[in-house]
Nanobody, 128 residues
């Protein structure tokens, strides 16, 4: 089993930055892909970023390209999401997720159904 716990959310002004962390336990995060999703009230879950087994490949949602950076520290079983130039429309609950089944050479998934483990979420609120 994989347990994921997000942290780092909070309230920030537009243009500011936050760094989210996702600590994994039960299985080393080096052996599977990780992703970040977000969901605002009344809206669909949205893919934010994904990262491969070793961190050598990444993928970003169109709305966050150039502003967010996903990274991982496998020695610490932790995945990060550095969020810069935050906008009010970034306000959402952010979830980290693990895809433990996809192979190394498959594209990083953008569909939530691909991910089989999820954290509890952390709230990010960006004020105007």
């Amino acid at each position: 089993q994989v347990q994921l716990v997000e942290s780092g959310g909070g309230l920030v002004q537009a243009g500011g930055s936050l760094r989210l962390s996702c600590a994994a336990s039960g299985r080393s995060s080096s052996s599977y892909r990780m992703g970040w999703f977000r969901q605002a009230p009344g809206k669909e879950r949205e893919f934010v970023a994904g990262i491969g087994w070793s961190g050598g490949s990444t993928r970003y949602g169109d709305s966050v390209k150039g502003r967010f950076t996903i990274s991982r520290d496998n020695a610490k079983n932790t995945v990060f999401l550095q969020m810069n130039s935050l906008k009010p429309e970034d306000t959402a609950v952010y979830y980290c997720a693990a895809d433990t089944f996809s192979g190394r050479f498959t594209p990083i998934a953008t569909m939530g159904s691909r991910y089989d483990y999820w954290g509890q979420g952390t709230q990010v609120t960006v004020s105007s």
